[in-house]
C-alpha cells in the first residue's frame, strides 16, 4: 500500500530571477491539457497515467495545476490545490510517495472556470441564472496540469513525456448561479450527468507549456511563477451524525411545518446506516441539522439511480419567511435551532443518474443545514452512506480555558469552532460567502492563532501574500489573493500592525525583516497622501471601518472625503506600529522617523477634531456626529493627555449619542478598554456574545441581526481577548522574551488557562477573592516576567511558581 508525506520545500532564489532561471524543481516539467479545449475556456477534465515499478520507490513528487485539481493516487487522496497563491507566486506542492513495486494509477481532477462576459460588479446574486463565475478568491493564468519528478524516468511518470490519457467531463457538469440575497462569490453551483461523469472518452494529452528555458538577460517568461507550498496538506476526515429535523414529500420551497417534523421512522435511522427506500417516480424533502458548523464535502450513495435527481444544499441557518422567494437581505433568521414556519435558501450541487464510483465534488461547501431533495426515477432509489468528508486547516489547539463563570466557558468551543471554519488554504472571512482573506479580519485571526494554536504558518502566509499584493498601486490589497482586486486605505493600514503583533507574539526575526521593505514602501505610498498640515487628505478605494447602521458602505463621517479623525487615527497607529518593528528589527532612524510624522498627525488630530465642550473626538469637522471608534482609536495611542483620556473614557462609558462599534471593531474597543483599566466596561460589552449560545449559533456572526454570515471568525476575538485581557497575559518584550500577566477579571472567581509561547506555553491558575489575588504560573525555561495587580508588581521567575499579591 503506497503512503504519501506533504514535503514543503524551502522558497530559493530571488523573484526577479523567476521564469528567468530555475529556481523550483518542477520549473523542468512541462504542462498538458486536453487536445479538444482552449486553456482560456471553462474546462473539467479527468488526467490519468498507469504506470510500473519494478522495484520499490519513494520520489519526491511536484505537482500543480490551474485553477484546480484533485491527484489520487491508487485511488486514494494525494493532495489537493494548489494552495491559494497569486500569478507571481504559483503554489507547487511536492510529495514524498512511498511505493510497492507492481501498477499503480495516478487520476487527477483539473478544472478551469473561465470569466464570463459582462459579469458587472459582480456583487449582485439576487438572479439565479446559468453562468458560471469562477470564485474571486482564485487568480488565474491559464489552464494547464503539471507532474514532475526527477526520481523516476521521465517518460514513465512527468506530463509532457509519459503517456497521460485525458477525458473531457466538461459537458457533464452544468455550472450555475444559485439567487443568494447576499455577496456570494465562491464559485458556482455543479450539476453532474453521472453517465455522462463516468463515460467519457479518453484522449493523449497535449502540451500546452513547455519547460522553462533558463534566460541569461533576465527576461522572463510570461505567466505563472512556480512557488514551494508553505502550508500542510488540509485536514480532511469522514463524519457521520446530526439530526433528521423534517421530511415532506415534494420538492417545493415552502416553510416547514410541524407536520414535517414528525419524521418516519425509516429516515430516523437513515444516519445510523440504515439504508432508505424510494418508490418510482416519486420525491422527498429531507432537512439534515448537522449540529454543528461543518466544511466539506457530500459523502452520499445510492442504487437504482436511472432516472434519478439528487440535491444537496448548504445552509447556515434557515429564514423566517413563508417561501424561499420571499428571502431578501433584510430577512430575519431568528433562533438559529429553529426551523418551524421557516424556509430554507443554500447552495449546493446536484447529481443525476446512476451511480459508479465515488460521488464527484468539485469544491467545498459549509453550514449547519442540508437539504436533501431526492427524485426518484423509474426504478426504486435508495440511498445509504450519508456524511461529510471535512476539510479545513489541520490546526491542534495548544491554548486551554477554563474559568469559574460557565455561561463563559461554553463560548469556547463557538470560538474555536469559528476559527477553525474560516482557516483553509489561507484565512477566509466568512466560509459560506466568500472564502476570502481580508486584512482586518485576518489581522484578529492571526492574534487567536498566535495565543491559542503552535502552528502559525497560515499566518505567516498571509502576511507574505499581502507583501505581494502591493502591487500595482503601492497599497496593501483590501482582500488577497483575488481575481478582482480591492483596494482600500483602511485595510492597508492595519498592515504595519500585523507585523508588530507578529513581532511581539512570535520569535522569527529573519521573517520579520523579509517584510520591512514592503512595509516601508507602504508608508510612503500612504504619506504621499497626506497635506502640510499632517494629516491625510484624500482615503482611496473602500476606506472601511465598520458596519455601523448609517454608516454608507461602514466608512464613517468624513472617511471617504479625506477630513476623517478615524481614517487619521489609524494611520497614527499604523505609523506607532511601524515604529515599533524597525525599533527591533529594522533601522532606529527609520522608526524615529515614522514616530515623529505619528506625532505630528497626532497633534493635527487633537486639534482639528477634538470638542472640548463635550469631551469627545468628533468624526468630523462641523458635523456633531461622533463614534466610539474615534474615542477608542485616540485611546490606543497612548499619546492623549491626562485630562483628555479621562474624558474620552467618560465619553466611552455614558455618552449615548455615540456611533456603536459593531462585532468587528469590538476588538479594538475592548483592547482600550483593557490598556486604561476600565475592567467594568470592558466585561459590559462582552455581553452581546453571551448569549449566543441561546440563540443557537455554532459559531460568531458577521454583524448585529439581521447579519448576513453565521460564521465570521473575525467575531471570534473574545477568544484571544479570553486569555489576554481578562487572564491577562499578553508579551511584555518583542519575541514573547518577557510575559506581563495583568488580570482583568471583572465577576470570574477563578481562571485556569494556557497561551501559546514560542518556546511552548504559559499555564497560569488564577483565584480572586476579597480584592487579592493568587496565581500559580508557569512559564517556559528561560522566559521571565511580571505580573501586575491593583498598583503592586511582582517579578515571575522561569518556571513554576506561586504568588499572592
Known sequence: MSTVQRILLPPSGHLADANAHLRHPADRGTWIWHPGRRTDETAVLRFRLRFE??????????????????????????????????????????????????????????????????????????????????????????????????????????????????????????MFTKRIPHYFDVGPSFDFDLPAWNAAGAREAVLVESAL????????????????????????????????????????????????EAIPEEWKNWLAGQPVTLAPRTAVTVLWDLEDYFCGYPRLTWTGGRGARVEWEWAESL???????EIRTHSAKGNRNEIRGKSFLGVGDAWRGEMAGALPGLWWRAGRYVRLRVRAGDEPLTLAGPGLLTTGYPFDRGGDWRSSDAEWNRLMPIFERSFRCSAHETWTDTPYYEQMCYVFDTMLHMLSNYAWFPDDRISRRALEMYDWSRRPSGLVAERYPSAWRQE?????????????????????????????????????EIEGLRQDNGLLVEAPGWPFVDWVPGWPAGCGPGVREGDSSLLNLIWVLSLQAAAEVESVHGDADLAARNRRLAERAFAAVVERFWDDSRGLFLDTPGDPAASEHAQFLALLTGWLDEAKTRRCRQALREEKSLARATISASFNLLDALYRHGEEAELHRRLAFWRDLPDRGFKCTPEGPEPTRSDAHAWGAHPAWHSLASIAGIRPAAPGFRRVRIAPCPGEFRSIECSVVHPRGKIDAALEFADGGLKAEVCLPEGVTGEILWRGKTQEIPSGKSRIGL
Open 53 to 174: 515499478l519494478t522495484t520499490p520507490a519513494a520520489p519526491l513528487i511536484h505537482v500543480t495545476a490551474d485553477q484546480r485539481f484533485q491527484l489520487r493516487g491508487d485511488g486514494i487522496d494525494l493532495t489537493f490545490g494548489p494552495d491559494r497563491c497569486d500569478i507571481e507566486h504559483w503554489t507547487v506542492h511536492s510529495l514524498r510517495w512511498n511505493l510497492a513495486a507492481g501498477v499503480h494509477e495516478l487520476e487527477a481532477i483539473v478544472w478551469w472556470i473561465g470569466e464570463p462576459p459582462a459579469t458587472g460588479s459582480r456583487t449582485d446574486q439576487e438572479v439565479a441564472d446559468d453562468t458560471a463565475k469562477p470564485p474571486m478568491a482564485q487568480i488565474s493564468w491559464s489552464g494547464g496540469f503539471l507532474f514532475f519528478t526527477e526520481d523516476l524516468p521521465p517518460e514513465s511518470i512527468n506530463t509532457g513525456t509519459a503517456r497521460w490519457q485525458v477525458e473531457d467531463l466538461t459537458d457533464a457538469v452544468r
Open 319 to 325: 429564514y423566517e419567511e413563508a417561501t424561499s422567494a
Open 213 to 260: 528555458a533558463e534566460n541569461f538577460y533576465g527576461v522572463r517568461r510570461p505567466g505563472r511563477c512556480l512557488y514551494p507550498a508553505t502550508l500542510p496538506e488540509q485536514r480532511r476526515e469522514t463524519r457521520v451524525g446530526g439530526s433528521i429535523r423534517a421530511v415532506h414529500p415534494g420538492e417545493d420551497e415552502r416553510a416547514f411545518t410541524p407536520e414535517d
Open 488 to 524: 482600500s486605505v483602511t485595510f492597508s493600514m492595519y498592515w504595519p500592525m500585523m507585523i508588530r503583533d507578529f513581532v511581539n507574539w512570535k520569535d522569527d526575526p529573519a521573517f520579520v525583516r523579509s517584510l520591512l521593505p514592503g512595509m516601508r514602501s507602504l508608508l510612503a
